[in-house]
T-cell receptor, first 116, second 115 residues
């Protein structure tokens, strides 16, 4: 089955700096890579996702890059703000096929702390 | 408002008891999922259902059971056979289609503690 590794487990940055979180996956057939943000005591919320036919996607201060050959993808947050502090999870799935649904395999999470 | 509702938010159970966690969605999604989250670990899939009256085991199904009698509901029962049930449980739903990829939406979770 799919295996997703995520690094680092904790990340502390100064407000205004950039933050980068990296993930690798094992199943070359995976084609959908979402990133979730989870605040304390709440459920994860999707912040950005990327399909395997795209190499990069941006949404304001957030961007995700995908390298299919190396089987890794990264989350980039620019101009970090205190409200970006949360746990971030990457995930991978083989989606869009009957019988597969959106069974997501998650990384172990990154605790991001943005310090003033 | 459309979304996924999990209840209760906090649940305490005595050892040896079964307990059922509720998950309801009004997004008209076909697929629903249960994940377990432990400190320092990612989310792990317990069970999933792609359609009413059908469900499949995930990676850690032992000690759990589910039912999918209605499209909008996917309750999870944590049985006494689950050796370490204390965890944060998350329900999700999505609307997968052949040839398409859609995001999964999560509920706010239920924190189960065995006392």
């Amino acid at each position: 089955g799919e295996n997703v590794e995520q690094h680092p487990s904790t990340l502390s940055v100064q407000e205004g700096d950039s933050a980068v979180i990296k993930c690798t996956y094992s199943d070359s057939a995976s084609n959908y890579f979402p990133w979730y943000k989870q605040e304390l005591g709440k459920g994860p919320q999707l912040i950005i996702d990327i399909r395997s036919n795209v190499g990069e996607k941006k949404d304001q201060r957030i961007a995700v890059t995908l390298n299919k050959t190396a089987k890794h993808f990264s989350l980039h947050i620019t101009e970090t703000q205190p409200e970006d502090s949360a746990v971030y999870f990457c995930a991978a799935s083989l989606a869009g096929l009957t019988g597969g649904g959106n069974k997501l395999t998650f990384g172990t999470g990154t605790q991001l702390k943005v310090e003033l | 408002d459309g979304g996924i509702t999990q209840s209760p938010k906090y649940l305490f159970r005595k050892e040896g008891q079964n307990v059922t966690l509720s998950c309801e969605q009004n997004l008209n999604h076909d697929a629903m999922y249960w994940y377990r989250q432990d400190p320092g670990q990612g989310l792990r899939l317990i069970y999933y259902s792609q359609i009413v009256n059908d469900f499949q085991k995930g990676d850690i199904a032992e000690g759990y059971s589910v039912s999918r009698e209605k499209k909008e509901s996917f309750p999870l029962t944590v049985t006494s056979a689950q050796k370490n049930p204390t965890a944060f449980y998350l329900c999700a739903s999505s609307n997968p289609r052949a040839g398409d990829i859609t995001e999964a939406f999560f509920g706010q979770g239920t924190r189960l503690t065995v006392v």
